[in-house]
Structure formats: structure tokens, C-alpha cells
């Protein structure tokens, strides 16, 4: 009898120890899973987050203003949710296709797909943003690199009188926001956070405290070249809104792509630097469609963060508006990546076998 329970016993733990490890298994899976759901070709190029937009269904949004309705978001081709939880809309024109195939010169590689982007609404969305984070606005990236494809019409922006590969001075155009601190898509801070600041959406939903405009500007009224701009915002003294610091100019430059209508690719890197002091960094690196830098950047002594020192990148947007009208309204997306190191050369070695592939390092997304 004795024999029989111990040997039952053994039975029971051994048992039990095979279905630990099947739990633990089950975790790890579920864990990596959830760490890629919104991957898409991330694993094959080695970053963080991919969007090709190919695995995507053909998307077009059904709301006006600042949408963040799941069932309106892009899905991917098995109906599963993509990367995208936000888009604004300031046309009811539903008539275009946002995501999808754009014909061979709008995609980029010529097959696929591609998004359009829209300032004056007609053809698609004027923003679209993911949150990548758990719901703590201290998850997300100290330091961050954004890449993505981009082709702008000849006509896109303002040109000068009597010479079209110069560009017309014009107010502003945003093109990309980096916001730090949200806790999902449409909500900055913690509840108690968000409760403290002004009644304001843009501080509240759209941008945060502490966040980054990038923009393409030119300078020159006699026509100079097309420049990626800088524009750093800081929460303010009160900690309940945000204040808009000096916007300063970089030397990367692009307008060769815009006056050939090429495809090109811009290449971020922000780092926030300590909380309430000016020791931030910008780079940029623009990308001929061949892989080949063309041109660069780099900006220190920045101010990225003010007053919520555990605030990280976390929200990311294309797109904005723009201060004029002429011209042609919409661009191209292809390849959109967010990682924490360096991007471009790896994507080109994988996608065009143009520049030797580094070594990846592994990366954790969250710090406290």
C-alpha cells in the first residue's frame, strides 16, 4: 500500500513538474508573441517595429478629426490588428484608398504597397500615429531611431518664380511628431498627470508635454534649398502644458529627391538627454534610394525634457499640416521602422545587398 501511494505520489509530481514547464513554455511563447504581433517584417530585418504596409489589408478611414475607433484602424491581410491606432481626417472624402497599391512609381520597390498621407485630405489620412508602450507612460526609448521611405511630388512644396529647383519661403510644414510620456495612443500621462494639465487637447492627447516636431523648411525668400527643421517642445514651468522652444535648422538637406519626384529615406535619432537640462541630441541621415547617405545632421544641447524625468518615447506620428495650400497636397510612406540603434545600413544591406550588414545588438524597450 505504501509502495502504491509513493509510487501515485511520484506520478503526481512528476506530473505536476511537466505541467510547470508546459506553463512556463506557454508563457515564454505568449511573451514573444506579444512582443512581435505588431512586427510585421521587424524579425527578418532585425529591428524593433517594421510596417511594410504589404501585409496590411487596403485601408481607408471612415471618420473625420482625430480618430482612435479600433474598428477604423488599418488591419492586417488576416484580420488581426496592425501597429496603427490613430489617424485625424479633416475631408469626408472616403473615395481613396489610403493603404494599397499606389501603381509601380508609389510603392516603394514597385511592388506591395505603400500609404498616402494627405495635408489637404483628399487622397488620405493628414496624420498617422502608433503607440508602442504597456500603458506606463515610462515605457518606450530613451534614445530612438526612425526610419521610413518617402516620395514627395515635384509640386509638393512652394517653388520660386523663374526657377523650379528653388524653393519659396513658407511658415512650416510638420512631417513628423516624437512624443515622450503617453500611456496609450490619445492619453499623456498618468490619469493624475493628464488631470493636473489644461484643459487642452494638444497637451492632453496630441502631443504630451515633451515631444518633437520634425519639418522640411526653406529659409531663403530668394529660394534656397529644402531642410529638414527641428522643432523641440518642453513642458513648462506649471507642469501643465507645454511651451514651444527656438526651432533650428539642420544641414540635411533634400531637395534633390523632391525636384526629381524620387523615393528617398530619412533616418532620425533622438535622445532626450537629463531632465530640465539642454543635453538632448538630434541626427538625421538622408538616403538615396540606393542606400547611399547624401546627407547629414547632427544638433546638441537640446532640450527634450522637462520636468517628467521618466518619460520616454513612446508615440510616434506622420504626418501634420502644413502653412500653405498651392501645389499638389499628398506623399508617399513605404518601410516605416522604429528601433534602438542605428537602422539605415542594415535596411539596405537586407532590402538592396548595397552596404554591409553590422552586427545587431539585443535590446530591452523598457527601463526604470
Same mark, same amino acid.
Given at each position: ?171 512650416? %510644414?510638420?512631417?513628423?511628431?516624437? *512624443?515622450?510620456?503617453?500611456? #496609450?495612443? /490619445?492619453?499623456?500621462?498618468?490619469? &493624475? !498627470?493628464?488631470? $493636473? ?31 529638414? %527643421?527641428?522643432?523641440?517642445?518642453? *513642458?513648462?514651468?506649471?507642469? #501643465?502644458? /507645454?511651451?514651444?522652444?527656438?526651432? &533650428? !535648422?539642420?544641414? $540635411? ?116
Amino acid at each position: 500500500m505504501k509502495n502504491n501511494y509513493r509510487k501515485n505520489k511520484l506520478v503526481l509530481m512528476d506530473n505536476i513538474k511537466k505541467i510547470f514547464i508546459l506553463l512556463l513554455m506557454s508563457l515564454f511563447i505568449n511573451v514573444l508573441l506579444n512582443s512581435t504581433v505588431f512586427a510585421g517584417a521587424a524579425s527578418d530585418y532585425g529591428v524593433d517595429y517594421m510596417e511594410t504596409f504589404d501585409d496590411l489589408q487596403d485601408w481607408t478611414g471612415s471618420g473625420y478629426g482625430d480618430r482612435i475607433v479600433p474598428a477604423e484602424m488599418p488591419v492586417k491581410s488576416d484580420g488581426s490588428s496592425s501597429m496603427w491606432e490613430y489617424y485625424s481626417n479633416w475631408q469626408n472624402d472616403y473615395s481613396q484608398t489610403w493603404i494599397g497599391n499606389h501603381g509601380t512609381e508609389n510603392v516603394w520597390g514597385g511592388t506591395g504597397k505603400s500609404l498616402i498621407i494627405d495635408y489637404a485630405g483628399n487622397k488620405g489620412p493628414s496624420r498617422l500615429g502608433t503607440y508602442i508602450g504597456d500603458g506606463d507612460p515610462t515605457a518606450g526609448y530613451d534614445e530612438v531611431y526612425i526610419f521610413f521611405m518617402v516620395k514627395f511630388p515635384f509640386d509638393f512644396f512652394p517653388k520660386l518664380s523663374g526657377d523650379d529647383t528653388k524653393f519659396e519661403y513658407f511658415s512650416y %510644414h510638420k512631417f513628423m511628431q516624437i *512624443s515622450t510620456g503617453f500611456r #496609450d495612443i /490619445y492619453d499623456w500621462g498618468t490619469v &493624475e !498627470q493628464q488631470a $493636473a494639465t489644461i484643459s487642452k487637447s494638444q497637451s492632453r492627447n496630441i502631443y504630451g508635454h515633451n515631444f518633437t516636431l520634425f519639418n522640411f523648411k526653406s529659409y531663403d525668400a530668394r529660394g534656397n534649398e529644402l531642410k529638414v %527643421h527641428n522643432c523641440p517642445r518642453v *513642458s513648462n514651468d506649471s507642469a #501643465d502644458h /507645454y511651451v514651444n522652444l527656438d526651432c &533650428e !535648422q539642420t544641414t $540635411a538637406q533634400v531637395s534633390q529627391f523632391i525636384n526629381a519626384g524620387e523615393w528617398f529615406a530619412i533616418e532620425y535619432y533622438l535622445n532626450r538627454g537629463t531632465v530640465n537640462k539642454s543635453d538632448g541630441v538630434v541626427k538625421v541621415w538622408i538616403y538615396n534610394k540606393e542606400g547611399v547617405i547624401v546627407s547629414t545632421a547632427t544638433l546638441t544641447k537640446q532640450r527634450h525634457l522637462n520636468n517628467f524625468a521618466n518619460h520616454r518615447y513612446n508615440k510616434f506620428v506622420i504626418g501634420g499640416n502644413r502653412s500653405f495650400s498651392s501645389g499638389s497636397s499628398h506623399l508617399y510612406i513605404d518601410d516605416f521602422i522604429v528601433n534602438g540603434s542605428r537602422i539605415g545600413p542594415n535596411y539596405f544591406a537586407k532590402k538592396i545587398g548595397k552596404v554591409p550588414l553590422a552586427p545587431l545588438a539585443i535590446r530591452l524597450i523598457k527601463v526604470k
